[in-house]
């Protein structure tokens, strides 16, 4: 299955407000090639050349849904600096996630999030757990795994995790005060 920026879906497209089904474990055929699909396109996604010969959107996470398939499975590839500042790359397959545990605290990103599937910008905080707890079947790792992350690793999975929900993040910006920060949350850079 190939993705691209036409096989994607965009709001308001009513198949991103579904709420997506378990999808049966062992993975089938079928749903494992949807997986890898997902984290072929992210991992492809920050390639300039691929993004340019495939008509791609960079992303660091993608869900079923966004291609109109209403599965609970999604894929994050995300760079980060590590302690000695050199890029590691944090990458989830997930299927069957479950929300286990968060921190009361909250954060957002300072500038907001954006989205394969929402092409107007919409502007303000989106506020979620500083730190959550996954449970989830994980096909990079062929086996079911517990994730804990934070800051902006938990935010990017909190955001894919909505898509199984049929929930966006604009859904969350406070429509009267977008920018209102809250007393209890870090603002992330
Ligand atoms: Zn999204």
Request: hydrophobic share 40%; charged share 20%; aromatic share 8%.
């Given at each position: 299955m190939n993705i691209n920026i036409e096989t994607i879906i965009v709001d308001?497209?009513?198949?991103?407000r579904v709420k997506s089904v378990d999808v049966p474990l062992p993975l089938s055929s079928e749903d494992h090639e949807l997986a890898m699909s997902l984290i072929t396109y992210v991992r492809d996604s920050r390639d300039p050349i691929k993004v340019e010969a495939q008509k791609l959107k960079p992303a660091v996470g993608i869900a079923a849904p966004q291609i109109g398939i209403n599965k609970k499975i999604f894929a994050v590839s995300i760079d980060i600096l590590d302690e000695n500042d050199e890029i590691e790359t944090i990458e989830y397959l997930l299927?069957?996630?479950?929300?286990?545990a968060h921190s009361k605290r909250e954060c957002a990103l300072k500038s907001g999030e954006g989205c394969l599937s929402i092409e107007e910008p919409y502007d303000g905080f989106v506020y979620r757990y500083e730190r959550v707890t996954f449970k989830a079947f994980d096909v990079l790792r062929n086996q079911e795994i517990i994730i804990k992350e934070s800051d902006y690793v938990g935010i990017v999975l909190q955001h894919e995790y909505d898509h199984l929900l049929g929930?966006?993040?604009?859904?969350?910006?406070?429509?009267?005060?977008?920018w209102s920060e809250k007393v209890n949350a870090t603002i992330i850079d």
């Open positions: 308001p497209h009513p198949l991103l299927v069957n996630p479950k929300l286990i929930v966006l993040f604009y859904d969350r910006i406070n429509k009267n005060d977008p």
